[in-house]
């Protein structure tokens, strides 16, 4: 079983490198008989213009895209920009051959300035790999720049996915859930509405 994550960050070092290799250790204690391994988008970039602009493929992309079409899985990270993922981590994935991901599982994971660029997950990448028809993983993994400051949180939700990831190819369940992550809801109601209708109309609920 080999596990690949393609990593689009545009840095060297990247904070998108940086969760990419937090992911994989992570999915490597989950399933320690997998295989891991990350392709760095970023040194195939003269590569991925040129089969664009061509449809010449370098030997180098080729062996990249091959790994990709092996893989059991997919852990697919990218830094937010403008509200999306990167050009380069959509370069890459226009490249790939039609049916080349699908049913395949994909942990997504974004890195960005701030927690509202978070949306670009659910916005962005979700839809991109629905129409790849891949299974994306309903435990994504965003890491904001004051994440790297305290990482205790963004390490939890990195758990929390791998355990999901390690699940979905192990056809079991989720393992206990005493690593599980519930994000603060803001908009969390304290009372019931029939308790806030009978406080304004006077009376008691």
């Known amino acids: 079983m080999r596990i690949v994550a393609i990593s689009a960050g545009a840095g060297s070092p990247s904070s998108t490198r940086n969760l990419a290799d937090r992911i994989l250790a992570e999915v490597s204690?989950?399933?320690p008989e997998a295989q891991t391994g990350v392709l760095d988008v970023r040194e195939l970039g003269h590569d991925l213009l040129t089969a664009t602009t061509s449809g010449l493929r370098s030997e180098r992309l080729g062996s990249a895209i091959q790994q990709v079409a092996e893989a059991a899985a997919i852990?697919?990270?990218t830094p937010v920009f403008n509200?999306?993922?990167?050009g380069l981590f959509k370069l890459f994935f226009d490249v790939l051959d039609e049916g080349t991901l699908a049913e395949v599982p994909v942990l997504l994971a974004a890195t960005g300035g701030t927690a509202r660029h978070s949306l670009a997950i659910d916005q962005a990448m979700v839809p991109l790999f629905f129409y790849l028809r891949a299974r994306p993983l309903p435990w994504p993994v965003?890491?904001?720049t004051d994440d790297w400051a305290d990482p205790q949180a963004l390490d939890a939700r990195v758990r929390q996915a791998a355990e999901a990831l390690a699940?979905?190819?192990s056809g079991g369940p989720p393992s206990s859930g005493r690593n599980r992550v519930s994000p603060a809801d803001d908009f969390q109601l304290e009372n019931s509405f029939e308790e806030m209708f009978a406080q304004l109309a006077g009376g008691k609920p």
């Open 167 to 169: 699940a979905q190819l």
């Open 75 to 77: 852990v697919a990270v």
């Open 29 to 31: 204690g989950q399933l």
């Open 83 to 86: 509200g999306s993922y990167s």
């Open 142 to 144: 965003y890491a904001a």
